[in-house]
């Protein structure tokens, strides 16, 4: 019979092959916080709050992770908590408008998107904004993704060029 021994020369404890069980998953907390201003108040506060997580914490974590990051982007983060109230959390990329919108050089989108057009970008920039969203994307290639960020620029009133 195979033991599997810890660190301090002790059996483990629990499961009998010695494999660690899974931490138990309270909840998942979906927010978007500008980088490096992460801060007790709302919305990260209350929500962190609620399930009994350190809100320092993950504010010095997130900032620290977010230091290299041009301040105040929003970056969507996905918070997991498991019922010790210790946490991890996954930053995503920020948002394809707000690329979009600082690309084209525009504060906000057209409000009859068709018909009135607020700026243009160029295919090599819809292809920088695809390359930084790839992960999160679920384009099978960089076209696709330039052809869906290509489609959100347009919906928000942004023309492409090149495509």
């Known amino acids: 019979m195979?033991?599997?021994y810890h660190s301090t020369g002790l059996p483990q404890s629990g499961n009998p092959d010695g494999v660690r069980m899974a931490k138990k998953i309270i909840g998942f907390i979906k927010l978007q916080i500008p980088a490096g201003k992460a801060n007790p108040s709302p919305p990260?506060?209350?929500a962190l709050g609620q399930r009994g997580l350190n809100i320092m914490e993950f504010c010095k974590a997130f900032n620290?992770?977010?230091?290299g990051m041009e301040p105040g982007l929003p970056?969507?983060?996905v918070i997991t908590a498991f019922a010790d109230k210790s946490f991890t959390f996954v930053m995503k990329?920020?948002?394809a408008t707000v690329l979009i919108k600082k690309a084209a050089g525009v504060q906000k989108g057209s409000a009859k998107p068709h018909t009135d057009k607020v700026g243009k970008i160029t295919r090599a920039q819809a292809?920088?904004?695809a390359k930084a969203k790839n992960a999160d994307l679920?384009?099978?290639?960089?076209?696709a993704a330039v052809r869906t960020i290509a489609g959100s620029a347009r919906s928000m009133g942004?023309?492409?060029?090149g495509l």
Do not use: H, K, N, Y
């Open 2 to 4: 195979l033991m599997r």
């Open 44 to 46: 990260v506060g209350p």
């Open 64 to 67: 620290a992770q977010t230091q």
């Open 75 to 77: 970056v969507p983060v």
């Open 93 to 95: 990329s920020p948002p």
């Open 127 to 129: 292809e920088e904004i």
């Open 138 to 143: 679920t384009a099978a290639d960089l076209d």
């Open 158 to 161: 942004i023309t492409v060029e």
